[in-house]
């Protein structure tokens, strides 16, 4: 198994665009993460669907930031319009059951916003 | 609020010498505990996980435990190498908080030859 994953690895985008980043989890994995990783902050749920189904999005931080799973194997996280502390690493994980089981994580997308 | 504190921050440590990390959580009862490992670059990969009524739980040269009573949990890493350079993440799953993950802050490992 490829394990989740994640593209780009890497973005640099001016303010004011338009990111979107992609996730593809393990095959058969029910349930998908999106993370956000910086050294001020460390790592912090943004957003988990089950079955594709958004169940929660208290952690995503405003309205520039949305998420959606159209099916089992594909998400995206996009924010726009993009600011410079967005800057982050942004992961996904995906997992069998929410919660409870073990989550594998993708690689991250590190994400520079000039 | 559920929080989980990680200390040291960062640790230096020479080649085959042994370490150990701590982490406190507060707010209980939860449902699991779980230490990953962060290399630089690269995704979180797990490396225990242990149950309530679970005090250790050994993955190769480490081993973690787990006191609910004090609410405290170590990762212990045995005769350090190289690779074990990384960041080492305590995460609780608090059932007060919907199953979600909740992550210390981390502690930086740098084992040196």
């Known amino acids: 198994d490829a394990g989740v994953i994640q593209s780009p690895r890497h973005e640099v985008t001016e303010m004011g665009q338009e990111v979107t980043l992609r996730c593809k989890p393990i095959s058969g994995h029910n349930s998908l993460f999106w993370y956000r990783q910086t050294m001020m902050r460390g790592l912090e749920l943004l957003i988990y669907f089950n079955n594709n189904v958004p169940i929660d999005d208290s952690g995503m931080p405003e309205d520039r930031f949305s998420a959606k799973m159209p099916n089992a194997s594909f998400s995206t996280l996009k924010i726009q319009p993009s600011e410079p502390r967005d800057s982050a690493v942004y992961f996904c994980?995906?997992?069998?059951?929410?919660?409870?089981?073990?989550?594998?994580f993708g690689p991250g997308t590190r994400l520079t916003v000039t | 609020k559920n929080q989980v504190e990680q200390s040291p921050q960062s640790l230096i440590i020479l080649e085959g010498k042994n370490c150990t990390l701590q982490?406190?959580?507060?707010?209980?009862?939860?449902?699991?505990l779980r230490w990953y490992k962060q290399d630089t670059g690269r995704g979180p990969v797990s490396l225990t996980i242990?149950?309530?009524?679970?005090n250790t739980k050994s993955n190769g040269r480490y081993t973690a435990t787990l006191d609910a009573d004090t609410k405290q949990s170590s990762l212990h890493i045995t005769a350090s190498q190289l690779s074990d350079s990384a960041s080492y993440i305590c995460v609780v799953t608090f059932k007060a908080a919907g199953n979600k993950l909740t992550f210390g802050g981390g502690t930086r490992v740098l084992v040196k030859p």
């Open positions: 982490c406190n959580y507060t707010v209980s009862p939860f449902s699991n």
């Open positions: 994980a995906s997992s069998y059951l929410a919660g409870g089981n073990e989550q594998y």
């Open positions: 242990m149950t309530f009524s679970e």
